[in-house]
């Protein structure tokens, strides 16, 4: 698994970013961006206010770096039109 002073490019990091809100909505559908932002807040001592948090974003940064690096990349943020 990916190390907490590991570096990412941008995109993976906005993919990440994608892939974090995605999961944390399809667990949550009712939570607010404002909650996220508020369970994202770091405290005095680097840790979010929500423990999980920083876990839970290391395993969506995982899960982007493995699909690029495989055939077809990372898609779960491609466009779709409903």
């Given at each position: ?28 559908p ?5 909650d ?5 807040s770091?405290l ?14 290391l ?11 495989q ?12």
């Open positions: 698994m990916l190390k907490y002073k590991d570096k990412i490019s941008i995109e993976q990091a906005y993919l990440a970013a994608y892939e974090y809100l995605l999961r944390r909505w399809e667990s949550t009712e939570h607010r961006i404002a996220e932002l508020s369970d994202m770091l005095a001592d680097g840790d979010s206010a929500d423990p999980a948090c920083k876990s839970e974003f395993v969506a940064v995982n899960a982007v770096l493995i699909a690029q690096s055939t077809g990349g990372y898609t779960r943020a491609a466009h779709r039109i409903l």
